[in-house]
């Protein structure tokens, strides 16, 4: 089995964010400069974890309505509520809230505070490698019964 904790090995420590005032071109600079697709937004009184803002918000709740990204802000287009999960969920948790919510992106969360983020990307990776194993078990398993 495994579990959120073990996708987070290796990741960046490092959490980018945007607050929920902050514009729409503000939010696109920093996820080009970090070659990201989707960030956390914070709400900074709080430290709260209060949306996700991402490219498919962007081309389907701007572009479409022909709204200007300099002129918007976050929090008209950010998807809430924020589906999240906890280290300790496991790989299944993860495809089973990607799958039925239509998410690309899973806040990692510990306690009331984010702690990291895994993407579709992370979990794919994650199916094929053990995949991979199973698949390399089951041929020497075969072979090894040919002896």
Same mark, same amino acid.
Request: with cysteine.
């Given at each position: 089995?495994?579990?959120?904790?073990?996708?987070?090995?290796?990741?960046?420590?490092?959490?980018?964010?945007?607050? /929920?005032? @902050? +514009?729409?071109?503000?939010?696109?600079? $920093?996820?080009?400069? *970090?070659?990201?697709?989707? !960030? #956390? =937004?914070?709400?900074?009184?709080?430290?709260?974890?209060?949306?996700?803002?991402?490219?498919?918000?962007?081309?389907?709740?701007?572009?479409?309505?022909?709204?200007?990204?300099?002129?918007?802000?976050?929090?008209?287009?950010?998807?809430?509520?924020?589906?999240?999960?906890? /280290?300790? @969920? +496991?790989?299944?948790?993860?495809?089973? $809230?990607?799958?039925? *919510?239509?998410?690309?992106? !899973? #806040? =990692?969360?510990?306690?009331?505070?984010?702690?990291?983020?895994?993407?579709?990307?992370?979990?794919?990776?994650?199916?094929?490698?053990?995949?991979?194993?199973?698949?390399?078990?089951?041929?020497?398993?075969?072979?090894?019964?040919?002896?």
């Amino acid at each position: 089995m495994t579990f959120v904790r073990e996708l987070m090995q290796g990741k960046p420590a490092e959490i980018w964010s945007i607050g /929920p005032r @902050d +514009t729409v071109y503000k939010a696109l600079q $920093l996820m080009a400069e *970090k070659n990201v697709g989707a !960030l #956390p =937004v914070i709400d900074p009184a709080s430290g709260n974890l209060i949306g996700m803002f991402s490219e498919r918000d962007y081309a389907r709740k701007l572009i479409l309505k022909g709204k200007s990204s300099q002129a918007t802000a976050v929090e008209e287009l950010m998807s809430s509520p924020v589906f999240c999960v906890h /280290p300790d @969920d +496991t790989l299944e948790t993860c495809m089973e $809230l990607i799958t039925t *919510k239509h998410i690309r992106h !899973l #806040p =990692v969360c510990g306690g009331d505070k984010m702690i990291g983020m895994i993407s579709i990307g992370d979990v794919l990776k994650a199916v094929i490698a053990k995949q991979q194993v199973l698949i390399k078990d089951l041929e020497n398993y075969i072979v090894g019964g040919r002896s």
